[in-house]
């Protein structure tokens, strides 16, 4: 179950990331030096330690969790609060770690140059 629900709240997430790549202004670039720059830019980002973030979201969400539950329930409720929690916090920090990959690389990007339009 636990499982599944860090999926479902992950998945957005996940996607929104994959769709999201740098617009750059291209008039008067030469594409084949911008796809080697762009490749060298992502390869920075993939530095981003995105499966950390989202562990520390995970477990600070459990302690919240936990926390909550047990001041309103009972241990069973503090227990499915503490899965809830980690749930909702993995998906938090796993959002700011892909967040962080896209501004290294249009950051990187705007370094060497390009308008990055977004």
Known sequence: ???????????????????????????G???????????E??????QVQVAGKAATGAVAG????????A?????????????AGAAVGASKGTGRGLHEKQRVTRNCLRHRGYAVLN
């Open 29 to 39: 670039v030469n594409m084949a030096q911008y796809q080697q720059d762009l490749a």
């Open 1 to 27: 179950m636990r499982a599944r629900t860090i999926l479902l709240l992950s998945l957005p997430l996940w996607l929104a990331a994959c769709a999201n790549k740098p617009i750059v202004d291209t008039k």
């Open 62 to 69: 459990a302690v919240v969790g936990a926390a909550v539950g």
């Open 41 to 46: 830019c992502e390869s920075y980002a993939q």
């Open 71 to 83: 001041a309103v329930g009972n241990s069973n409720t503090a227990g499915r609060a503490a899965g």
